[in-house]
Nanobody, 124 residues
């Protein structure tokens, strides 16, 4: 049974940085970071195939966010730089435990395990 626990959210000014962490227990095939702002749908921002280490990013965060994993610590990270007010949202890590196509790596309906979320607020 996969369990995920996020940490590292907070409030920063525009241009600042935050690093989110997600402690992982159990087997995962693909993991992702998603976010949901009030009144908006949950969207994927970064995903990683945990076996190959291949990473993928939404256009809105490409060049600013970096997803990574530390297998020894069983932790997934999201380094967020050059933050913008529009990055304000609740951030969730999620896991999928079987094969997943590239077309679904940002699809929240495909990921079956979720953390509780951590709030990120970016002020202008």
């Amino acid at each position: 049974q996969v369990q995920l626990v996020e940490s590292g959210g907070g409030s920063v000014q525009a241009g600042g940085s935050l690093r989110l962490s997600c402690a992982v227990s159990g087997y995962t095939y693909c993991m992702g970071w998603f976010r949901q702002a009030p009144g908006k749908e949950r969207e994927g921002v970064a995903s990683i195939y945990t076996g190959s280490g291949n990473t993928y990013y939404a256009d809105s965060v490409k060049g600013r966010f970096t997803i990574s994993q530390d297998n020894a610590k069983r932790t997934l990270y999201l380094q967020m730089n050059s933050l913008k007010p529009e990055d304000t949202a609740m951030y969730y890590c999620a896991a999928h435990t079987s094969g997943i196509s590239l077309g679904d790596i940002f699809n929240p309906r495909v990921f079956g395990r979720w953390g509780q979320g951590t709030q990120v607020t970016v002020s202008s």
